[in-house]
């Protein structure tokens, strides 16, 4: 669980890690939302780089999307400038943000973090190689790298990446208890948490 403190009180909020489209076993996209792909930013028109970028976000309960970060990006450009990469997520958040999400009858609408790729096509990269450079096989080991690179950067959500990066910590330990357990077939109090 993570422990968010809210208006002077701890509230715990356990966040979903789920890898890119596997979301809909609890959530799915509201009727009249259409996912496009973003625009292309028209400062890297006269270049036209192939982009691809992993958007990290989370699914909140009321199904709006919200802390979005990159996890990992990728250009056909030999070197990108910070301006152009900003540029690019900028115009990837933005189709983010018009997503909205409904539960699944009978889900429980919890806090879901998942992955997101964009493309920005220039060209000379085919939409599957592009997918493939940016493809993030799996989340709980793209947040942990993540939060490394945020650090690096001085990214502005530290702390909600530190946030997520202890909750798959405890996830691991609670997962490696019950292993634990279930190999030993312990009675041990512990073993029934």
């Known amino acids: 669980m993570l422990s ?3 208006q002077g009180i701890a509230q715990e909020i356990e966040y979903r ?29 006269s270049t036209r780089p192939d982009v691809c970028l992993a958007l990290g976000y989370v699914i909140q309960r009321d199904g709006t999307v919200a802390d979005p970060f990159v996890v990992k990006r990728w250009s ?6 910070n301006a152009a990469w900003e540029d690019f997520g900028r115009s990837a958040v933005g189709e983010l943000q018009r997503w909205r999400f409904v539960p699944v009858e009978g889900a429980v609408a919890r806090p879901t973090f998942t992955v997101a790729t ?11 190689d592009l997918r493939e450079q940016c493809r993030i096989d799996d989340v709980h ?7 490394q690179a945020a650090y690096d950067r ?16 405890r996830r691991e ?21």
């Open 4 to 6: 968010i403190p809210l």
């Open 17 to 45: 890690v789920v890898n890119e489209g596997r979301i809909t076993p609890w959530w799915r996209l509201a009727d009249g939302v259409d996912v496009v792909g973003p625009g292309y930013p028209e400062k890297s028109l």
């Open 76 to 81: 056909s450009a030999a070197a990108l400038d």
């Open 118 to 128: 964009f493309f920005f096509s220039g060209g000379e990269t085919t939409a599957v």
């Open 141 to 147: 080991d793209a947040l942990v790298n993540a939060r």
């Open 154 to 169: 001085g990214s502005l959500n530290r702390e909600w990446l530190d946030r997520a990066y202890r909750e798959t910590l």
């Open 173 to 193: 330990i609670r997962a490696n208890q019950a292993n634990r357990c279930r190999l030993s077939h312990s009675m041990a109090e512990d073993c029934f948490d």
